[in-house]
């Protein structure tokens, strides 16, 4: 029988205003809650986490921090500093990754942002050979970049087939209107329930990718497409099941 060493994944939180989970607030700070976050999804696929936890948005120490990484892990994935801000370290360092031919894959940019909301600044990379995803600060943005990426590439590392590594969709009718702001493809925390026979969705409160409080209650994401608009209640929408709810 066919076996896979558990990936081991380091996960660490860029930002100088993050504090432990545990430390009382301070004006400013915000309590890391993204390494909590990813650690548990990482056991959740199958892979170890490594939490190596939180630093400033320094270059030249994160990037040192990157390298120690890649000396212990598989796969690293880095959370905040991935936008257009003057402190966004991790942007950087994602930019600053060039195709390094003289090793085979041993450094290649993947991806530099996509065209999706929550979580446009998603990076990916592949350095001194190691699988690195920079995934945004906002919790909600970070929990889909890690559904939509990091989970199939950790069930890729475990012998999962292309095909069956990729998210699972279903459809089902919106239970209520949805608009959004930007033309980008929207990806929507949501409940589903079969009502009548037939599987409904039905958008969840508090779904803003600066709050977190949904991603539990979440049964899936619905994906609104590109465009202008959002959707209205009653259309047939495509949502991804999260950690295959329903089957
Ligand atoms: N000029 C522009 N600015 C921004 C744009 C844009 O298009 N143009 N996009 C915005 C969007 S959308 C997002 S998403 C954010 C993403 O920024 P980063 O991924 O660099 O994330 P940060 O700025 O570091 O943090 C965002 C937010 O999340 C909080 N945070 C960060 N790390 C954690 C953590 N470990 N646990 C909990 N919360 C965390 C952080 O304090 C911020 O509040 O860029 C926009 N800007
Ligand atoms: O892409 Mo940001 O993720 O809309 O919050």
Request: net charge negative; aromatic share 4%; glycine share 10%.
């Amino acid at each position: 029988m066919p076996v896979y060493a558990r990936p081991r994944v380091a996960v660490l939180a860029t930002g100088a205003e993050l504090q432990p989970v545990e430390a009382p607030l301070a004006p400013g700070c915000i309590r890391d809650s993204n390494s909590a976050m990813v650690a548990a999804l990482i056991e959740q696929c199958g892979g170890q986490p490594i939490l190596l936890g939180r630093l400033e948005d320094e270059p030249a120490a994160v990037s040192a921090a990157l390298a120690d990484a890649m000396r212990h892990a598989d796969v690293i994935v880095t959370t905040g500093g991935v936008s257009v801000g003057d402190y966004d370290v991790m942007a950087a360092i994602m930019r600053g990754i060039g195709e390094d031919r003289s090793e085979a894959h041993a450094n290649k940019p993947l991806f530099d942002k996509v065209s999706m909301r929550p979580g446009s600044p998603t990076s990916a990379a592949v350095m001194n050979g190691k699988l690195l995803f920079a995934l945004s600060g906002n919790p909600g943005a970070c929990f889909v970049g890690f559904e939509l990426f990091v989970r199939p590439a950790l069930q890729r590392l475990q012998g999962v087939e292309a095909e069956a590594s990729l998210p699972v969709q279903v459809t089902a009718k919106l239970a209520a209107d949805f608009d959004k702001g930007s033309p980008h493809e929207r990806f929507v925390r949501t409940r589903l329930y079969v009502d009548g026979g037939v599987l409904h969705a039905d958008p969840l409160a508090f779904g803003k990718s600066s709050m977190m409080a949904s991603i539990p209650d979440a049964d899936g994401l619905i994906r609104i497409p590109a465009g202008a608009s959002g959707a209205a209640s009653g259309t047939l929408v495509e949502v991804i099941l999260l950690n295959n709810r329903l089957l």
